[in-house]
């Protein structure tokens, strides 16, 4: 059996029209435009008005990324939809963005790993088509942080910007997609980025607004130190896992956190500044989105381009953090469906199963069944003439 790889293929990004400036928050916060941007890099955020919302940005991203890889939504075989901030706490905002994409009976699921996110879902979708359950996998990273903000928390308030990004990773033969990954998690610092209420430890209540446990609480001296430890040395681990060292690397995208915690992550793998991709100025930090909208702006200012080997790493909420090596291999011609043993297969008895799995997985079990399927198309035209 060839080996196989997940390639992407396509990728897309929505962020929302409305801006807020570091002047509009030096309005109404006790905060400057300097204090912000020389401690972050930012000097503005998309945040979603009323009417948008996070699955309706994640349905966006993802229309760009299908029609870009020239994949229809229910020939996908896994939909993940990396966030921490969904329309509901269920229904899984993944089974939302399925519904919309017309994704019928595609399986879907919620991946919450902090900003990692969609790193966590890059590394999830590589294994599922490298182990041949799925041939074409959209992950998407959505977040709408600014629901979650106490406008009056200059801490967080400076930090955070909506939007989404996504991509499409399809099965090739040839050696690309994702080389190495990398993914920790340190629960102990569980208390440094936290939303305490509105989860089964603090159902909604009036007491729990009154202590405004619904808001984000962050400790960001501590947030930045882990930051600084685990960084460098997550991309040096995946760099080395993919047998590569850091001059190999063509493009860094960092998740968009801190200007400095990128700097000092590139600095400690000895990447020069411009093999670094950095737009934090004009989306802030989107959280599981940051990557996947920068991948999208890499490529569209030419600093990405196929046969490029990019290298992601991200950490947040958690604590958690994850790194990634990546190749963008040229588009290959998918492989060949055989339409009529798939047909066939469905008027098997397995058929009423089928109906519940994505067309990936069908397809694996057609070709799995297809001596079985021969015979029986055979029987099936003989009976019909
Ligand atoms: O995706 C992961 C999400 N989280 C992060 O990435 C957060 C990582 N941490 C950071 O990016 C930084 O820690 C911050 C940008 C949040 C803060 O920068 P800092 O250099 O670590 O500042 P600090 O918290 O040590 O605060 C320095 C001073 C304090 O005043 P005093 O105690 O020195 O008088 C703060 O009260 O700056 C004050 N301060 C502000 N001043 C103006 C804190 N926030 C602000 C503000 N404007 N917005």
């Given at each position: 059996m060839p080996e196989r790889y997940g390639n992407i293929v396509g990728w897309g990004k929505y962020v929302p029209e409305k801006i807020i400036t570091n002047a509009d928050l030096e309005k109404i916060l006790d905060t400057t435009d300097e204090w912000i941007f020389s401690r972050t890099g930012i000097r503005q955020r998309h945040v979603i008005s009323e009417g948008e919302s996070?699955?309706?940005?994640?349905?966006?991203?993802?229309?760009?990324?299908?029609?870009?890889?020239?994949?229809?939504?229910?020939?996908?075989?896994?939909?993940?939809?990396?966030?921490?901030?969904?329309?509901y706490l269920t229904p899984p905002i993944s089974s939302q963005v399925q519904h919309a994409l017309g994704a019928k009976d595609v399986g879907a699921f919620t991946l919450v790993a902090g900003c990692p996110g969609f790193v966590y879902g890059l590394a999830t979708a590589h294994q599922f088509i490298a182990a041949g359950a799925c041939d074409n996998v959209l992950v998407v990273g959505s977040e709408v942080v600014s629901r979650f903000i106490n406008k009056q928390d200059r801490s967080t308030a400076i930090l955070f910007g909506d939007g989404a990004g996504a991509v499409v990773l399809q099965v090739?033969?040839?050696?690309?997609?994702?080389?190495?990954?990398?993914?920790?998690?340190?629960?102990?610092?569980?208390?440094?980025?936290?939303?305490?209420?509105?989860?089964?430890?603090?159902p909604a209540s009036h007491e729990m607004v009154d202590e405004g446990l619904q808001y984000l609480r962050?400790?960001?001296?501590?947030?930045?130190?882990?930051?600084?430890?685990?960084?460098?040395?997550a991309l040096k681990q995946a760099i080395q896992k993919a047998n590569l060292t850091t001059d190999d690397i063509d493009l860094f995208i960092p998740h968009q956190a801190n200007a400095r915690i990128i700097a000092s992550a590139a600095r400690y793998v000895k990447l020069?500044?411009?093999?670094?991709?950095?737009?934090?100025?004009d989306y802030g930090n989107t959280s599981a989105a940051s990557i996947p909208i920068a991948l999208c702006e890499a490529f569209e200012q030419g600093r990405a381009k196929i046969g490029d080997t990019l290298a992601?790493?991200?950490?947040?909420?958690?604590?958690?953090?994850?790194?990634?090596?990546?190749?963008?291999?040229?588009?290959?011609?998918?492989?060949?469906?055989?339409?009529?043993r798939?047909?066939?297969?469905?008027?098997?008895?397995?058929?009423?199963?089928?109906s519940s799995i994505g067309s990936d997985l069908k397809r694996n079990l057609a070709q799995f069944f297809s001596p079985l399927s021969t015979f029986a198309q055979k029987l099936f035209s003989r009976s019909r003439g």
């Open positions: 996070n699955s309706g940005m994640a349905v966006a991203a993802a229309r760009e990324a299908l029609e870009m890889a020239d994949v229809r939504a229910r020939d996908l075989g896994l939909i993940i939809v990396a966030t921490s901030s969904p329309d090739t033969s040839e050696p690309c997609g994702v080389l190495s990954f990398v993914l920790g998690s340190d629960g102990a610092g569980a208390q440094d980025l936290i939303l305490p209420g509105g989860g089964s430890a603090a962050m400790n960001g001296r501590q947030v930045f130190r882990f930051a600084s430890r685990v960084l460098g040395r020069p500044e411009d093999k670094v991709f950095v737009n934090i100025a992601f790493v991200a950490f947040g909420a958690g604590l958690t953090w994850a790194s990634a090596i990546v190749k963008l291999g040229e588009k290959t011609a998918p492989l060949p469906v055989e339409k009529s798939i047909s066939l297969f469905e008027l098997l008895p397995f058929g009423g199963i089928s």
